[in-house]
């Protein structure tokens, strides 16, 4: 049968053959597309780009979906090891705040396990906000991999739907009458 569908439609088997190579990643095991959300830092969703394949370096779509326009001077990127700035960024006093690591080295400085401490701090609410748009039952199943563009407009009605829910970090009064 799946040789038949080879001969059938040439065209659409390739196709769809060289989209599941794009969008697989080795380090999930399966096939993935990916987001650049963009969190305030009262914890609502302020940009979703549209969905890049698994495979696309973040370099080239924090470049593709021109992050920096998201960005004013002196705001601050919070990313993984390996994330670069842009030139642009750069020249706008763009922040970096990257977790360290120990390549190298025996062990961390104390400024080091501060800094650390302190992104990690503030990631936990990244990835809550994020996390609150993978609660929707719709992202609970592999979606087909055809729907890549129709994911991007899901992706961006779920962050919505985050943001008019109540507040994810609580402020200090909310926190001291509850």
């Given at each position: 049968m799946y040789?038949?569908?080879?001969?059938?439609?040439?065209?659409?088997?390739?196709?769809?053959?060289?989209?599941?190579?794009?969008?697989?990643?080795?380090?999930?095991?399966?096939?993935?597309?990916?987001?650049?959300?963009?969190?305030?830092?009262?914890?609502?969703?302020?940009?979703?780009?549209?969905?890049?394949?698994?495979?696309?370096?973040?370099?080239?779509?924090?470049?593709?979906?021109?992050?920096?326009?998201?960005?004013?001077?002196?705001?601050?990127?919070?990313?993984?090891?390996?994330?670069?700035?842009?030139?642009?960024?750069?020249?706008?006093?763009?922040?970096?705040?990257?977790?360290?690591?120990?390549?190298?080295?025996?062990?961390?400085?104390?400024?080091?396990?501060?800094?650390?401490?302190?992104?990690?701090?503030?990631?936990?609410?990244?990835?809550?906000?994020?996390?609150?748009?993978?609660?929707?039952?719709?992202?609970?199943?592999?979606?087909?991999?055809?729907?890549?563009?129709?994911?991007?407009?899901?992706?961006?009605?779920?962050?919505?739907?985050?943001?008019?829910?109540?507040?994810?970090i609580a402020?200090?009064?909310?926190?001291?009458?509850?």
């Amino acid at each position: 049968m799946y040789c038949r569908l080879l001969r059938d439609k040439p065209a659409a088997a390739k196709k769809k053959l060289m989209l599941r190579a794009q969008t697989y990643s080795s380090y999930k095991a399966h096939n993935t597309v990916k987001f650049l959300i963009v969190i305030a830092p009262n914890g609502y969703i302020m940009y979703v780009s549209p969905a890049y394949v698994g495979r696309a370096s973040d370099k080239y779509f924090t470049q593709d979906c021109k992050l920096e326009d998201h960005l004013g001077p002196g705001g601050e990127v919070m990313a993984d090891r390996g994330f670069t700035l842009t030139t642009s960024m750069i020249t706008e006093g763009v922040k970096l705040n990257v977790p360290a690591f120990t390549k190298g080295k025996s062990q961390l400085s104390e400024e080091e396990v501060t800094r650390t401490r302190r992104i990690a701090s503030v990631r936990i609410h990244v990835e809550r906000a994020i996390n609150r748009i993978k609660t929707y039952r719709i992202f609970k199943q592999a979606l087909p991999i055809k729907s890549k563009k129709t994911i991007s407009q899901m992706i961006l009605v779920c962050a919505g739907l985050c943001n008019l829910k109540g507040p994810l970090i609580a402020t200090r009064r909310e926190a001291t009458t509850e």
